[in-house]
């Protein structure tokens, strides 16, 4: 079972950096421009497009796993949240160009081939628009045979330093570029997570007696202690 999967099968809802209270803090630090036509990429189980929902946002996520997808339009039901949903890949978009306001992606692109998601970023965002994008990066260069390590457990075809991301976003296109929020991936990151329940998490059953499941968890939380020197993540801001 890889990181995904495990994710998908256990319904969480904020497994990005810093949880829900790290989206939260983000919506009252950073106000969205009202009737922004908003496209959260990698939506998972839909948490954050069902809050934009709620505040009032017309919202479009996509996220590329089926189960995921499911997951998310239950919950809008549940919710009675009207999200269009869609399984989409974010290096293939399935939009015109120019047709948002507000892009947001938590730790989504850089499970991407960034050469191809972020110019995708840009295409559909409308002139002016911005991308939020909270990814996990580099805080510093990782020994080769640790990164590579972490690159295959988590399905990653590579981790950036800060510097890489901006240099990243300003070749595809962005004219303005900006880190809002840069933190060490310590303990913190992992206690703010557990403060915001999901009261509409989704787990596939049968999850207490599936061996391999708890395998990947095992092995996801020593992987991020072993490596939580070399850790950040970053909340970045380009503007089209």
């Not at 969205?32 to 479009?60: D, F, K, W």
């Not at 260069?141 to 990243?168: D, T, V």
Request: charged content about 25%.
């Amino acid at each position: 079972m890889n990181y995904i999967q495990m994710l998908s099968r256990l319904g969480m809802g904020s497994a990005h950096p810093g949880g829900f209270e790290a989206t939260l803090r983000m919506l009252k630090n950073y106000p969205i421009e009202p009737n922004s036509r908003i496209l959260e990429v990698g939506c998972g189980t839909g948490r954050t497009a069902c809050h934009l929902s709620e505040m009032g946002y017309q919202v479009t996520a996509i996220d590329l796993n089926e189960n995921m997808i499911k997951k998310a339009r239950t919950r809008a039901e549940a919710m009675k949240m009207d999200v269009q949903f869609l399984q989409a890949d974010v290096c293939e978009l399935p939009f015109e160009d120019n047709q948002f306001d507000l892009i947001m992606a938590e730790s989504v692109t850089v499970f991407t081939n960034t050469s191809r998601s972020l110019p995708e970023y840009y295409r559909v965002l409308d002139q002016g628009g911005v991308l939020l994008d909270r990814e996990l990066l580099l805080n510093k260069p990782m020994p080769e045979p640790k990164l590579k390590e972490l690159l295959e457990f988590f399905g990653i075809p590579n981790l950036m330093l800060r510097e890489e991301w901006a240099q990243s976003l300003l070749a595809c296109g962005f004219k303005q570029e900006e880190i809002l929020e840069y933190n060490h991936f310590n303990e913190q990151l992992k206690e703010e997570q557990t403060r915001h329940l999901d009261t509409f998490e989704q787990r596939d059953k049968g999850l207490l007696f599936d061996v391999t499941l708890w395998e990947t968890l095992f092995k996801h939380d020593r992987m991020i202690l072993d490596n939580t020197d070399y850790l950040a993540s970053a909340l970045f801001r380009a503007v089209k």
